[in-house]
């Protein structure tokens, strides 16, 4: 049984370092360093909330990307 949770440990930890050297370069924390293009992808948040309100993060996010 240990086996197998080692070996789960171990396919985690190698998809991880994966993801983290396939992501280098491609990620930001300053706005103003994205370069330009005329699509973007926006995560993190849907358009209207469960009762059909419009949710305001939504837009305040889809503002955000559009500057």
């Given at each position: ?23 280098s370069?491609l990620?930001?924390?300053n706005m ?15 358009k ?6 419009l949710?305001l ?11």
């Amino acid at each position: 049984m240990s086996g197998i949770i080692f070996l789960i440990l171990v396919i985690a930890f190698t998809i991880n370092i994966y993801v983290i050297k396939s992501a280098s370069g491609l990620l930001y924390d300053n706005m103003n360093e994205i370069p330009f293009r005329k699509t973007a992808l926006v995560l993190g948040t849907s358009k209207y909330f469960s009762k059909g309100n419009l949710n305001l993060f939504y837009n305040n996010r889809m503002n955000a990307a559009a500057q």
